[in-house]
């Protein structure tokens, strides 16, 4: 069965300063992976996506992520926050050839002025 | 855009009540989800669609149904509800056309069971 770890549940970081949010995941087959965000009372919108190919990912905002195989890891980083990336960052997962999504606890990250 | 709106953003009911949640999307999407939200457990699968009509069990059904009578609206019911259904619930529409396609999510609806 696949699941997901977010290692980190609150990540407080001083504006401007950079950011890492850690992913694992278990799977024994081949994921698509992606990255959401909650921004406060609203839903989910998806950051950014991997799919197949370079392993680096860059997304909307400033975010990017990298997807490490034999670490079976898929790490969020912004080398530069702002106030307004305060929000709950949800890791998830998906087969290649099932729709069903499995989501991580979420991280809330904090921005710090 | 994609757009899933939800019918209510906050609701309070009472023990026993029955509770409808709705949900619409407007991209022609074949895929519905229904999915609660807890603090701490992150986002959980109730209930989803693949088609009109058709329902099939997630990871959490017990205490829910729903009901999918016309492609754009997903609906999801608590027959008699209770306070552990006391939470943020979250619909979301896909399309299988592509198998890599993104969930979109409606803004969520805050229950609270008295």
């Known amino acids: 069965a696949q699941s997901v770890t977010q290692l980190d549940s609150q990540v407080p970081v001083f504006e401007e300063a950079p950011v890492e949010l850690r992913c694992n995941y278990s799977?024994?087959?081949?994921?698509?992976l992606f990255w959401y965000v909650q921004y406060p009372n609203q839903g989910l919108q998806l950051l950014l996506k991997?799919?197949?190919?370079?392993?680096l990912v860059k997304g909307i905002n400033g975010f990017e992520a990298e997807f490490n195989k034999s670490q079976t890891s898929f790490h969020l980083r912004k080398p530069s926050v702002h106030i307004s990336d305060t929000a709950e960052y949800f890791c998830?997962?998906?087969?290649?050839?099932?729709?069903?999504?499995?989501f991580g606890p979420g991280t809330s990250l904090s921005v710090i002025p | 855009d994609v757009k899933v709106t939800q019918s209510s953003r906050y609701l309070v009911k009472r023990t026993g009540e029955k509770v409808f949640l709705e949900c619409v999307q407007d991209?022609?999407?074949?895929?519905m989800f229904w999915y609660r939200q807890d603090p701490g457990l992150g986002l959980r699968l109730i209930y989803f669609?693949?088609?009109?009509?058709?329902?099939e069990k997630g990871d959490i059904p017990e205490g829910y149904s729903v009901s999918r009578e016309k492609k754009e609206r997903f609906s999801l019911i608590l027959e008699s509800a209770s306070t552990n259904q006391t939470s943020m619930y979250l619909c979301?529409?896909?399309?299988?056309?592509?198998?890599?396609?993104?969930?979109?999510f409606g803004p969520g609806t805050r229950l609270l069971v008295l």
């Open positions: 979301a529409s896909s399309s299988p056309k592509k198998t890599s396609e993104t969930q979109y």
């Open positions: 799977s024994s087959v081949s994921v698509y």
């Open positions: 991997y799919l197949s190919g370079s392993t």
């Open positions: 998830a997962v998906r087969k290649t050839s099932y729709d069903k999504v499995i």
């Open positions: 991209m022609d999407h074949e895929n």
């Open positions: 669609s693949y088609d009109v009509k058709m329902k």
